[in-house]
């Protein structure tokens, strides 16, 4: 895993029974000293076929708010999970809320850009999700400002690639971490992107097969060039991602300082560090 840059102490990736792509996207150092406190920011795809053993470890890590990015159809579709079952809180905050976005039509229009249009396409439907993921981004933040440093949050949508790749990317640029570790931390993901035949042919169909399901695959890869040029056209549009997320979002300046000053753990730690070693033991 070293080539994707592992600038962490503990063990990135955990295990979580029926649950796909699940790893701590803390741990990277940030630009003006410290690093993003660990155990504490969580990713993963959907939590549907979760397991008893897979909630019981969500419990241990301590789990207290679960932001479910998935669109109204796509829960209609798959169902939610009791996040009470682990002692958390769902918050349903989808990037796309727009019921046509999950008509076969505008499946394949989307769909499309990921398996016709190279990098481009990905970056193209990375700014559909940019362009409205603004709800969400404002939600999460608000969120961790007013939870405890000791309640860790999970963030997901189906396969944990696009729609949480792109939220787990701003806010770490936004704590200061930089590009290179950000969109490594995103290329990551690629590993955990094994599809099945079947789960082929059901993608497929939920386009009326306007996409053959040979085409399919080509959306689960994650190249570094596709986050890192969504990155840069947030800057070309903004500035920065915090003016990205001060004149568009809603996020005030002092809001994302504190922001920082909540996630960046700096040399010595303070009163966090006993809670934080132990657990890391998990």
Not at 44 to 64: K, P
Not at 125 to 145: D, F, G, P, V
């Amino acid at each position: 895993m070293k080539r994707y840059g592992a600038y962490i102490n503990v063990s990135r990736f955990l295990a979580v029974d029926g649950v796909r792509n699940f790893r701590d996207f803390g741990g990277y150092p940030v630009q003006d000293g410290g690093i993003v406190r660990e155990r504490i920011l969580f990713r993963s795809g959907d939590l549907n076929n979760i397991t008893e053993e897979g909630e019981t470890t969500l419990q241990r890590l301590r789990i207290a708010d679960v932001f479910d990015l998935r669109s109204p159809p796509e829960v209609q579709k798959k169902g939610i999970i009791d996040a009470s079952r682990f002692g958390a809180v769902r918050h349903h905050i989808p990037v796309f809320r727009n019921e046509n976005y999950y008509t076969p039509e505008g499946l394949s229009k989307r769909w499309k850009l990921y398996t016709t249009g190279g990098i481009k396409g990905f970056v193209e439907a990375y700014w559909m999700i940019i362009s409205q993921c603004h709800n969400t981004l404002r939600q999460i933040i608000t969120i961790l400002l007013q939870r405890p440093i000791s309640k860790p949050v999970l963030i997901h949508c189906t396969a944990g690639k696009d729609r949480t790749g792109i939220i787990c990317a701003v806010l770490l640029s936004a704590l200061g971490v930089p590009d290179d570790i950000v969109v490594r931390d995103y290329a990551v993901t690629e590993l955990f992107m094994n599809v099945t035949e079947e789960q082929k042919r059901e993608y497929s169909l939920r386009t009326n097969s306007l996409i053959a399901p040979s085409a399919i695959e080509s959306m689960f890869i994650s190249k570094p060039e596709a986050m890192q040029l969504s990155l840069n056209k947030i800057r070309e549009m903004y500035g920065s991602i915090p003016e990205f997320l001060i004149n568009k979002v809603g996020i005030k300046e002092e809001q994302l300082d504190a922001l920082r000053e909540k996630l960046v753990c700096r040399k010595g730690g303070g009163s966090d560090d006993k809670w934080m070693s132990k657990l890391a033991k998990l």
